[in-house]
Protein backbone atom coordinates (compact mmCIF):
# COMPACT_ATOMS: atom_id res chain seq x y z
CA UNK A 1 0.00 0.00 0.00
CA UNK A 2 1.28 3.03 -0.26
CA UNK A 3 0.60 6.01 1.41
CA UNK A 4 0.23 9.44 0.20
CA UNK A 5 0.00 12.68 2.43
CA UNK A 6 -0.08 15.54 1.09
CA UNK A 7 2.03 18.89 3.12
CA UNK A 8 -0.71 21.33 3.55
CA UNK A 9 -0.53 23.43 6.76
CA UNK A 10 -3.63 26.09 5.52
CA UNK A 11 -4.19 29.00 7.34
CA UNK A 12 -7.73 30.49 7.79
CA UNK A 13 -9.66 31.86 5.22
CA UNK A 14 -12.99 33.43 5.55
CA UNK A 15 -15.83 32.32 3.32
CA UNK A 16 -19.36 32.77 2.96
CA UNK A 17 -20.00 30.53 5.43
CA UNK A 18 -17.90 31.41 7.69
CA UNK A 19 -13.91 30.05 8.17
CA UNK A 20 -13.25 27.92 5.38
CA UNK A 21 -10.71 26.00 7.43
CA UNK A 22 -11.87 25.35 10.84
CA UNK A 23 -9.00 24.29 13.22
CA UNK A 24 -9.83 21.01 14.09
CA UNK A 25 -9.06 19.11 16.67
CA UNK A 26 -6.76 16.45 14.84
CA UNK A 27 -4.61 16.43 12.14
CA UNK A 28 -5.70 15.35 8.77
CA UNK A 29 -3.80 13.03 6.13
CA UNK A 30 -3.83 15.76 4.46
CA UNK A 31 -1.52 17.80 6.93
CA UNK A 32 2.05 17.69 7.51
CA UNK A 33 2.74 14.59 9.15
CA UNK A 34 5.83 13.63 6.59
CA UNK A 35 8.48 15.65 5.22
CA UNK A 36 10.05 13.90 1.81
CA UNK A 37 13.62 14.61 3.03
CA UNK A 38 15.12 13.32 6.80
CA UNK A 39 11.62 11.63 7.44
CA UNK A 40 12.66 8.89 10.12
CA UNK A 41 9.66 7.32 11.39
CA UNK A 42 8.64 6.59 15.14
CA UNK A 43 11.28 3.89 15.61
CA UNK A 44 14.19 5.91 15.11
CA UNK A 45 13.10 8.19 17.89
CA UNK A 46 12.28 5.34 20.09
CA UNK A 47 15.40 3.93 19.68
CA UNK A 48 17.23 7.71 20.28
CA UNK A 49 15.62 8.79 23.40
CA UNK A 50 14.91 4.61 24.67
CA UNK A 51 17.46 2.66 23.31
CA UNK A 52 17.20 0.44 26.29
CA UNK A 53 14.09 -0.53 26.39
CA UNK A 54 11.92 -3.01 24.56
CA UNK A 55 8.80 -2.04 22.00
CA UNK A 56 5.54 -3.50 20.54
CA UNK A 57 3.07 -2.23 18.53
CA UNK A 58 -0.73 -2.41 19.12
CA UNK A 59 -3.86 -0.77 18.44
CA UNK A 60 -4.87 1.09 21.20
CA UNK A 61 -2.58 1.88 24.89
CA UNK A 62 -5.49 -0.03 26.77
CA UNK A 63 -4.59 -3.37 24.95
CA UNK A 64 -0.79 -2.91 25.34
CA UNK A 65 -1.59 -1.84 28.81
CA UNK A 66 -3.18 -5.20 29.52
CA UNK A 67 -0.54 -7.39 27.40
CA UNK A 68 2.26 -5.32 29.20
CA UNK A 69 0.83 -6.50 32.48
CA UNK A 70 -0.62 -9.61 32.41
CA UNK A 71 2.33 -12.23 32.37
CA UNK A 72 2.90 -10.19 35.97
CA UNK A 73 -0.09 -9.85 37.95
CA UNK A 74 -2.50 -12.86 39.42
CA UNK A 75 -6.13 -11.65 39.67
CA UNK A 76 -7.43 -9.67 42.81
CA UNK A 77 -4.67 -6.85 43.47
CA UNK A 78 -5.08 -3.22 42.97
CA UNK A 79 -3.38 -0.66 40.36
CA UNK A 80 -3.66 2.69 41.55
CA UNK A 81 -4.37 5.19 38.69
CA UNK A 82 -5.22 9.42 39.07
CA UNK A 83 -8.49 10.16 39.48
CA UNK A 84 -8.41 12.70 36.38
CA UNK A 85 -8.62 10.16 33.99
CA UNK A 86 -11.11 8.97 31.02
CA UNK A 87 -12.81 6.50 32.13
CA UNK A 88 -11.58 3.41 29.89
CA UNK A 89 -8.07 3.78 30.62
CA UNK A 90 -9.03 1.19 33.69
CA UNK A 91 -10.61 -1.53 31.55
CA UNK A 92 -7.36 -2.86 30.93
CA UNK A 93 -6.71 -3.67 34.77
CA UNK A 94 -10.47 -4.86 35.24
CA UNK A 95 -9.93 -7.10 32.03
CA UNK A 96 -6.75 -9.01 34.53
CA UNK A 97 -9.03 -9.05 37.59
CA UNK A 98 -7.75 -6.34 39.53
CA UNK A 99 -9.10 -3.55 41.18
CA UNK A 100 -8.60 0.41 40.01
CA UNK A 101 -7.78 2.51 42.78
CA UNK A 102 -8.10 6.06 42.17
CA UNK A 103 -5.81 8.74 43.44
CA UNK A 104 -6.59 12.16 44.07
CA UNK A 105 -4.44 15.01 42.17
CA UNK A 106 -3.29 18.64 42.98
CA UNK A 107 -4.28 21.53 41.12
CA UNK A 108 -0.22 20.76 39.20
CA UNK A 109 -1.86 17.39 38.32
CA UNK A 110 1.00 15.99 40.77
CA UNK A 111 -0.42 12.76 42.85
CA UNK A 112 -1.57 14.13 46.31
CA UNK A 113 0.73 11.62 47.90
CA UNK A 114 -0.58 11.63 50.92
CA UNK A 115 -3.33 10.32 49.78
CA UNK A 116 -1.85 7.99 47.20
CA UNK A 117 0.29 6.39 49.83
CA UNK A 118 -2.92 6.02 51.71
CA UNK A 119 -4.14 4.26 49.46
CA UNK A 120 -1.04 1.51 48.62
CA UNK A 121 -1.60 -2.21 50.61
CA UNK A 122 -0.31 -5.70 50.31
CA UNK A 123 -2.24 -6.49 46.92
CA UNK A 124 -1.03 -3.07 45.08
CA UNK A 125 0.68 -4.56 42.06
CA UNK A 126 1.35 -1.31 40.15
CA UNK A 127 1.36 2.64 40.34
CA UNK A 128 0.46 4.75 37.25
CA UNK A 129 1.77 8.10 36.67
CA UNK A 130 -0.06 10.18 33.68
CA UNK A 131 2.22 12.67 31.59
CA UNK A 132 -0.95 15.20 30.76
CA UNK A 133 -0.93 16.64 27.52
CA UNK A 134 3.03 15.92 26.84
CA UNK A 135 4.30 17.33 30.15
CA UNK A 136 5.72 14.50 32.39
CA UNK A 137 3.36 14.30 35.29
CA UNK A 138 5.05 16.61 38.75
CA UNK A 139 6.24 14.35 41.19
CA UNK A 140 7.10 11.55 38.41
CA UNK A 141 10.50 10.72 40.22
CA UNK A 142 9.13 10.60 43.59
CA UNK A 143 6.52 8.06 42.10
CA UNK A 144 8.82 6.09 40.87
CA UNK A 145 10.76 5.66 43.81
CA UNK A 146 7.48 4.95 45.79
CA UNK A 147 6.48 2.46 43.41
CA UNK A 148 10.14 1.15 44.12
CA UNK A 149 9.75 1.23 48.21
CA UNK A 150 6.52 -0.56 47.78
CA UNK A 151 8.19 -3.68 45.39
CA UNK A 152 5.22 -2.90 42.88
CA UNK A 153 5.47 -2.14 38.75
CA UNK A 154 5.24 1.61 37.41
CA UNK A 155 3.59 2.40 34.85
CA UNK A 156 4.25 5.12 32.83
CA UNK A 157 1.08 6.50 30.88
CA UNK A 158 2.10 8.79 28.22
CA UNK A 159 -0.67 7.80 26.00
CA UNK A 160 -0.64 11.87 25.05
CA UNK A 161 2.83 12.61 23.67
CA UNK A 162 4.68 9.80 22.13
CA UNK A 163 7.49 12.65 20.83
CA UNK A 164 8.05 14.01 24.68
CA UNK A 165 11.38 13.68 25.99
CA UNK A 166 11.88 14.47 29.61
CA UNK A 167 15.60 14.14 30.94
CA UNK A 168 17.09 13.27 27.88
CA UNK A 169 14.46 10.16 28.23
CA UNK A 170 11.34 9.12 26.07
CA UNK A 171 8.42 10.06 28.52
CA UNK A 172 6.57 6.93 28.58
CA UNK A 173 10.06 5.04 29.01
CA UNK A 174 10.49 6.10 32.72
CA UNK A 175 8.46 3.22 34.54
CA UNK A 176 9.28 -0.58 34.26
CA UNK A 177 6.72 -0.16 31.91
CA UNK A 178 4.88 2.19 29.85
CA UNK A 179 2.66 3.20 26.69
CA UNK A 180 2.04 5.92 24.10
CA UNK A 181 -0.74 6.69 21.53
CA UNK A 182 -0.06 7.55 18.55
CA UNK A 183 -3.51 7.99 17.37
CA UNK A 184 -2.90 11.62 19.34
CA UNK A 185 -0.22 12.16 17.61
CA UNK A 186 -0.63 11.32 13.80
CA UNK A 187 -3.35 11.35 11.15
CA UNK A 188 -3.85 7.44 11.36
CA UNK A 189 -7.19 5.60 12.69
CA UNK A 190 -5.19 3.57 15.28
CA UNK A 191 -2.03 2.68 16.69
CA UNK A 192 -0.05 2.36 20.42
CA UNK A 193 3.07 1.67 21.39
CA UNK A 194 4.46 -0.96 24.53
CA UNK A 195 7.25 0.06 26.12
CA UNK A 196 8.96 -2.80 28.28
CA UNK A 197 12.23 -1.48 30.40
CA UNK A 198 12.25 -3.60 33.33
CA UNK A 199 13.88 -7.03 32.85
CA UNK A 200 11.37 -8.96 34.36
CA UNK A 201 8.55 -7.07 32.55
CA UNK A 202 10.57 -7.90 29.55
CA UNK A 203 10.89 -11.84 30.37
CA UNK A 204 7.15 -12.03 31.27
CA UNK A 205 5.64 -10.45 28.00
CA UNK A 206 3.42 -13.09 26.00
CA UNK A 207 1.98 -10.95 23.47
CA UNK A 208 -1.35 -12.07 22.41
CA UNK A 209 -2.76 -12.05 19.10
CA UNK A 210 -3.42 -8.18 19.26
CA UNK A 211 0.01 -7.68 19.02
CA UNK A 212 2.12 -5.88 16.31
CA UNK A 213 0.55 -4.38 13.13
CA UNK A 214 -2.17 -5.37 10.74
CA UNK A 215 -0.64 -7.36 7.68
CA UNK A 216 -3.63 -6.42 5.27
CA UNK A 217 -5.42 -2.97 4.20
CA UNK A 218 -9.04 -2.90 6.30
CA UNK A 219 -12.12 -1.53 5.74
CA UNK A 220 -11.24 0.57 8.70
CA UNK A 221 -8.26 2.26 6.78
CA UNK A 222 -10.41 3.28 4.06
CA UNK A 223 -13.25 4.52 6.08
CA UNK A 224 -10.42 6.54 8.09
CA UNK A 225 -9.08 8.11 4.81
CA UNK A 226 -12.61 8.43 3.08
CA UNK A 227 -13.97 10.45 6.43
CA UNK A 228 -10.61 12.92 6.00
CA UNK A 229 -10.81 13.45 2.80
CA UNK A 230 -14.75 14.21 3.01
CA UNK A 231 -13.79 16.50 6.32
CA UNK A 232 -11.17 18.65 3.91
CA UNK A 233 -14.00 18.16 1.02
CA UNK A 234 -17.16 19.03 2.13
CA UNK A 235 -19.56 18.46 5.56
CA UNK A 236 -22.29 16.91 3.65
CA UNK A 237 -20.15 14.38 1.89
CA UNK A 238 -18.60 13.58 5.36
CA UNK A 239 -22.13 12.99 6.59
CA UNK A 240 -23.46 10.80 3.56
CA UNK A 241 -19.86 8.70 4.30
CA UNK A 242 -20.22 8.40 7.76
CA UNK A 243 -23.73 7.11 7.35
CA UNK A 244 -23.01 5.05 4.72
CA UNK A 245 -19.91 3.78 6.75
CA UNK A 246 -21.24 3.74 10.20
CA UNK A 247 -21.26 0.37 11.48
CA UNK A 248 -21.72 0.54 15.25
CA UNK A 249 -19.16 -1.20 16.96
CA UNK A 250 -15.98 0.77 16.46
CA UNK A 251 -17.84 4.03 17.20
CA UNK A 252 -15.16 5.87 18.97
CA UNK A 253 -17.59 8.64 20.17
CA UNK A 254 -19.14 5.70 22.49
CA UNK A 255 -18.38 6.96 25.99
CA UNK A 256 -19.30 3.34 27.66
CA UNK A 257 -16.05 2.43 28.79
CA UNK A 258 -16.22 -1.38 28.56
CA UNK A 259 -17.46 -1.16 24.77
CA UNK A 260 -15.01 0.76 23.85
CA UNK A 261 -11.93 -1.60 25.65
CA UNK A 262 -13.76 -4.00 23.90
CA UNK A 263 -13.84 -2.18 20.14
CA UNK A 264 -9.88 -1.72 21.27
CA UNK A 265 -9.58 -5.06 20.67
CA UNK A 266 -7.47 -4.80 17.29
CA UNK A 267 -4.11 -4.58 15.85
CA UNK A 268 -2.40 -1.68 14.38
CA UNK A 269 -3.51 -0.57 11.32
CA UNK A 270 -1.48 -0.96 8.55
CA UNK A 271 -2.40 2.02 7.35
CA UNK A 272 -0.91 3.73 10.51
CA UNK A 273 1.76 1.65 10.42
CA UNK A 274 2.82 3.45 6.73
CA UNK A 275 2.01 7.02 8.47
CA UNK A 276 4.19 5.95 11.44
CA UNK A 277 7.33 4.79 9.71
CA UNK A 278 7.31 7.73 7.70
CA UNK A 279 6.12 10.30 9.92
CA UNK A 280 9.05 13.17 10.62
CA UNK A 281 9.05 13.08 14.60
CA UNK A 282 11.44 16.22 14.85
CA UNK A 283 9.29 18.22 12.28
CA UNK A 284 6.33 17.09 14.24
CA UNK A 285 7.07 18.29 17.51
CA UNK A 286 8.57 21.23 16.44
CA UNK A 287 5.39 22.19 14.83
CA UNK A 288 3.30 21.18 17.73
CA UNK A 289 5.66 23.68 19.86
CA UNK A 290 5.41 26.26 17.90
CA UNK A 291 1.52 26.11 18.24
CA UNK A 292 2.11 26.00 21.86
CA UNK A 293 3.49 29.00 21.86
CA UNK A 294 1.05 31.00 19.55
CA UNK A 295 -1.80 30.10 22.05
CA UNK A 296 0.00 31.03 24.84
CA UNK A 297 0.32 34.56 23.39
CA UNK A 298 -3.02 34.55 22.33
CA UNK A 299 -4.41 33.94 25.76
CA UNK A 300 -2.11 34.63 28.32
CA UNK A 301 -3.24 38.06 28.82
CA UNK A 302 -6.53 36.96 29.35
CA UNK A 303 -7.73 37.31 33.47
CA UNK A 304 -10.82 34.50 32.70
CA UNK A 305 -8.23 31.74 31.97
CA UNK A 306 -4.88 30.88 33.16
CA UNK A 307 -2.25 28.71 31.29
CA UNK A 308 -2.06 25.03 33.27
CA UNK A 309 1.48 24.81 32.47
CA UNK A 310 3.57 28.31 31.41
CA UNK A 311 6.80 27.03 30.30
CA UNK A 312 7.14 24.40 27.59
CA UNK A 313 10.77 22.96 28.06
CA UNK A 314 13.02 21.48 25.65
CA UNK A 315 12.37 18.12 24.20
CA UNK A 316 8.42 18.13 25.05
CA UNK A 317 5.82 17.78 22.27
CA UNK A 318 2.71 19.40 23.37
CA UNK A 319 -0.67 17.05 22.96
CA UNK A 320 -3.14 20.37 23.49
CA UNK A 321 -2.70 23.86 24.74
CA UNK A 322 -5.23 23.22 28.16
CA UNK A 323 -6.22 26.30 30.22
CA UNK A 324 -8.61 26.13 32.87
CA UNK A 325 -11.35 28.73 32.14
CA UNK A 326 -13.53 30.76 34.94
CA UNK A 327 -16.50 29.90 32.11
CA UNK A 328 -15.56 26.57 30.28
CA UNK A 329 -19.05 26.73 28.26
CA UNK A 330 -18.41 30.25 27.34
CA UNK A 331 -14.84 29.91 26.44
CA UNK A 332 -15.87 27.11 23.94
CA UNK A 333 -18.61 28.79 22.17
CA UNK A 334 -16.12 32.04 22.01
CA UNK A 335 -13.88 29.64 20.39
CA UNK A 336 -16.06 27.96 18.23
CA UNK A 337 -17.38 31.66 16.75
CA UNK A 338 -13.68 32.50 16.30
CA UNK A 339 -13.05 29.24 14.15
CA UNK A 340 -11.87 26.70 16.39
CA UNK A 341 -13.57 23.49 16.04
CA UNK A 342 -11.05 21.56 18.08
CA UNK A 343 -11.63 22.82 21.67
CA UNK A 344 -12.88 20.62 23.89
CA UNK A 345 -12.93 19.67 27.87
CA UNK A 346 -11.22 16.74 29.11
CA UNK A 347 -12.01 14.42 30.55
CA UNK A 348 -15.21 12.78 31.05
CA UNK A 349 -14.04 11.59 34.85
CA UNK A 350 -15.14 7.79 35.52
CA UNK A 351 -18.92 7.51 37.53
CA UNK A 352 -17.09 6.57 40.79
CA UNK A 353 -14.88 9.72 40.44
CA UNK A 354 -17.26 12.07 39.84
CA UNK A 355 -18.95 14.19 41.89
CA UNK A 356 -17.37 12.35 44.84
CA UNK A 357 -15.91 14.62 46.99
CA UNK A 358 -12.35 12.76 47.79
CA UNK A 359 -11.43 13.97 44.54
CA UNK A 360 -12.82 17.14 45.02
CA UNK A 361 -9.75 18.68 42.42
CA UNK A 362 -9.66 16.33 39.74
CA UNK A 363 -13.87 17.14 39.42
CA UNK A 364 -12.78 21.20 39.36
CA UNK A 365 -10.23 20.48 36.77
CA UNK A 366 -12.45 18.80 35.00
CA UNK A 367 -15.38 21.50 35.01
CA UNK A 368 -12.21 24.30 34.15
CA UNK A 369 -10.51 22.71 31.41
CA UNK A 370 -10.20 23.47 28.00
CA UNK A 371 -7.71 22.18 25.34
CA UNK A 372 -7.18 23.79 22.31
CA UNK A 373 -5.66 21.50 19.68
CA UNK A 374 -1.77 22.71 18.73
CA UNK A 375 -1.49 19.86 15.94
CA UNK A 376 0.85 20.28 13.32
CA UNK A 377 -1.76 20.55 10.70
CA UNK A 378 -2.19 23.93 12.17
CA UNK A 379 -0.27 27.42 10.86
CA UNK A 380 0.73 29.58 13.55
CA UNK A 381 -1.18 32.13 11.77
CA UNK A 382 -3.99 30.52 11.94
CA UNK A 383 -3.97 30.88 15.67
CA UNK A 384 -2.83 34.36 15.58
CA UNK A 385 -6.05 34.96 13.24
CA UNK A 386 -8.05 33.23 16.58
CA UNK A 387 -6.53 35.76 18.50
CA UNK A 388 -7.37 38.57 16.84
CA UNK A 389 -10.84 37.62 16.32
CA UNK A 390 -10.94 36.67 20.02
CA UNK A 391 -9.93 40.37 21.13
CA UNK A 392 -12.36 42.09 18.80
C1 LIG B 1 -4.15 9.25 29.85
C2 LIG B 1 -4.59 8.18 28.90
N1 LIG B 1 -4.09 6.94 29.05
C3 LIG B 1 -4.43 5.93 28.23
C4 LIG B 1 -5.33 6.13 27.20
C5 LIG B 1 -5.71 4.97 26.33
O1 LIG B 1 -5.13 5.06 25.08
P1 LIG B 1 -5.78 4.31 23.84
O2 LIG B 1 -6.94 5.16 23.40
O3 LIG B 1 -4.68 4.25 22.84
O4 LIG B 1 -6.21 2.98 24.29
C6 LIG B 1 -5.89 7.40 27.00
C7 LIG B 1 -6.85 7.60 25.91
O5 LIG B 1 -7.55 8.53 25.79
C8 LIG B 1 -5.51 8.45 27.88
O6 LIG B 1 -6.02 9.69 27.76
Redesign the pocket.
Known sequence: MTVIILSCRVPLRRNRTGFSRMINATPSVFDASLSRSGSTGIDSFVDRYAPDVEYTYYG??????RDGLAGLVEPGGNVLVPAY??P??VEPFRDLGLEPRFYAVEETLAPDFADLEDRIDDDTVAITS?N?FGFPQPGLRRLASLADDHDCYHID?N??APLSVADDRLLGTHGDLG?A?L??LLPVP?G?VLYRRDDEVREAFDPSSLAGTADRVAATDYRFVATSVAERVSPTLLRSIESVLDDGPDDSSSVDPEARYEA?KIPMSKFSARVAAAANPEAIRDARRENFRAWRDVLEARDDVRLLYEELSAGLSPYEFPVRADDQAALLDELADAGVAGAHTW?ILRESVHENAAYETANRLANEIVVLPVHQGIEPAAIEAVGDRLRR
Do not use: M, Q
Not at 60 to 65: E, R, V, Y
Open positions: AGKIALLSAVVYDAHITRKDAAP
